[in-house]
């Protein structure tokens, strides 16, 4: 397994971004590059990530295919075609987007239709039009797991990949943006041990969240800083190793100057628990 995160001040150059990532003490990162670019810049990049030993985590895809206006529904389709394209020229582990929103105002928001077996369906032809659109080789399309929108469990995620039913339709797993109910969160233990069971084989990534069930009715979960919510990082970390070497779990959803005590604590973790990050 490999750590990762957001990197900063890179100067726009492969050089640059490898030495950010040097510094942040990561092994895999994403790389500063949008679906538009050039096979130039895409070969400096792979060939730069590739001579430091650094693996690209992800590309993302961030856009709502499921937006009820037709015209904002194509046009993230669009990106997201693009985007599982530049995952592919650089070799990347996945394209991670979420399955979208019939939400009109917010693209990852929560909706009554979020839920239906029409959105369902919408959800696996839309995946099949991307996929298909690029016939990706070396990299897979993801969908990250949100708490209102399918896939909210590792059953709907594996009802998705069979009616998808595409070999570069695989998974990336966020447990935290599943825990959406109590009972989950005091349980996440056993919750990622059912993750990890039906999905590992498939899994190309991981994000690094924490979250914490606060005492305010009715019920409200909140993120927050990895090791220091509710989380059971032993047993997420634990069922991470054994996947595949170079799987990658990305810390996300921080402030800039919160990144480096979110890693101290995953690897203090980690090295409790007798592992260690490539």
Same mark, same amino acid.
């Given at each position: 397994?490999?750590?990762?995160? /957001?990197?900063?001040? $890179?100067? #726009? &150059?492969?050089?640059?971004? !490898?030495?950010? =990532? *040097? @510094?942040?003490?990561?092994?895999?990162?994403?790389?500063?590059?949008?679906?538009?670019?050039d096979?130039?810049?895409?070969?400096?990049?792979?060939?730069?990530?590739?001579?430091?030993?650094?693996i690209?985590?992800?590309?993302?895809?961030?856009?709502?295919?499921?937006?009820?206006?037709?015209?904002?529904?194509a046009?993230?389709?669009?990106?997201?075609t693009r985007?599982?394209d530049?995952?592919?020229?650089?070799?990347?582990r996945?394209?991670?987007?979420?399955?979208?929103?019939?939400?009109?105002g917010?693209?990852?928001?929560?909706? /009554?239709?979020?839920l $239906?077996? #029409? &959105?369902?369906?919408?959800? !696996?032809?839309? =995946? *099949? @039009?991307?996929?298909?659109?690029?016939?990706?080789?070396?990299?897979?399309?993801?969908?990250?797991?949100?708490?209102?929108?399918?896939?909210?469990?590792?059953?709907?995620?594996?009802?998705?990949?069979?009616?998808?039913?595409?070999?570069?339709?695989?998974?990336?797993?966020?447990?935290?943006?599943?825990?959406?109910?109590?009972?989950?969160?005091?349980?996440?233990g056993?919750?990622?041990?059912?993750?990890?069971?039906?999905?590992?084989?498939?899994?190309?990534?991981?994000?690094?969240?924490?979250i914490?069930?606060?005492?305010?009715?009715?019920?409200?979960?909140?993120?927050?800083l990895?090791?220091?919510? !509710?989380?059971?990082?032993?047993?997420?970390?634990?069922e991470?190793?054994?996947?595949?070497?170079?799987?990658?779990?990305?810390?996300?959803?921080?402030p800039?100057?919160?990144y480096?005590?979110a890693?101290?604590?995953?690897?203090?973790?980690?090295?409790?628990?007798?592992l260690?990050?490539?």
């Amino acid at each position: 397994m490999r750590l990762a995160g /957001p990197v900063f001040d $890179t100067g #726009d &150059t492969p050089e640059g971004w !490898v030495a950010a =990532v *040097r @510094r942040a003490g990561y092994t895999a990162s994403n790389v500063p590059l949008a679906p538009e670019a050039d096979d130039a810049a895409v070969a400096a990049y792979v060939a730069a990530a590739r001579e430091a030993g650094i693996i690209i985590a992800e590309v993302g895809a961030w856009s709502n295919p499921l937006d009820p206006d037709p015209a904002k529904a194509a046009a993230a389709v669009e990106k997201c075609t693009r985007s599982l394209d530049l995952a592919e020229r650089l070799g990347a582990r996945c394209c991670v987007n979420i399955a979208g929103s019939r939400n009109p105002g917010r693209w990852d928001g929560p909706h /009554p239709d979020n839920l $239906t077996k #029409d &959105t369902f369906d919408l959800i !696996v032809q839309t =995946v *099949r @039009r991307i996929i298909d659109a690029v016939k990706p080789r070396r990299t897979f399309y993801t969908l990250e797991p949100m708490p209102w929108i399918f896939p909210s469990s590792a059953d709907e995620y594996l009802d998705l990949l069979g009616a998808i039913d595409r070999p570069a339709a695989a998974v990336h797993l966020d447990p935290v943006n599943m825990v959406n109910c109590p009972s989950r969160a005091y349980r996440t233990g056993d919750f990622l041990r059912e993750c990890f069971a039906k999905l590992g084989p498939r899994i190309r990534g991981c994000h690094a969240k924490d979250i914490v069930l606060r005492e305010t009715l009715t019920v409200h979960l909140e993120e927050c800083l990895p090791g220091t919510g !509710v989380l059971d990082w032993p047993v997420f970390l634990r069922e991470l190793a054994k996947l595949e070497r170079d799987t990658p779990l990305l810390i996300e959803h921080l402030p800039r100057e919160s990144y480096p005590a979110a890693a101290a604590n995953i690897r203090d973790i980690a090295r409790r628990c007798g592992l260690a990050f490539a």
